[in-house]
């Protein structure tokens, strides 16, 4: 089995400069927001304990995101997803007459005649 070389990330693209100032700004937004509610978890407020570990996981989270959206390009096609239609056997009548019914009336949404 061959593996498929992929592309190299184009860090410097209009696309990735973008993500990387959005990267930027928002770590810094976490980094501010981080401090400030440590401060004030010192200080005594209970509930600024949540937030001062709730900022750094948005940055996490953020770099995460930062990290797919980059390599987006590199993952393979995604399959369409499989229809549902495809594992029914289709001699029941009563789902023969469902689907009918269905086709019908998403015909006549559409200002068609029934698919009969």
């Not at 993500?19 to 980094?31: D, E, F, I, K, S």
């Not at 978890?41 to 990290?67: C, K, M, N, S």
Request: glycine share 6%; charged share 25%; with cysteine.
């Amino acid at each position: 089995m061959t593996r498929q070389r992929r592309a190299p990330v184009q860090w410097g693209s209009p696309t990735a400069l973008k993500l990387h100032a959005t990267l930027l700004a928002g770590l810094a937004l976490c980094a501010v927001a981080s401090w400030i509610e440590w401060g004030r978890a010192l200080d005594g407020r209970t509930i600024a304990w949540v937030y001062a570990f709730e900022w750094p996981l948005f940055a996490v989270l953020g770099t995460y995101a930062w990290w797919r959206l980059l390599h987006e390009e590199q993952r393979g096609p995604r399959r369409p997803p499989r229809s549902p239609r495809t594992h029914i056997a289709d001699d029941d009548p009563g789902l023969v007459a469902w689907r009918t019914y269905l086709d019908d009336l998403h015909a006549s949404e559409r200002g068609e005649p029934p698919v009969r």
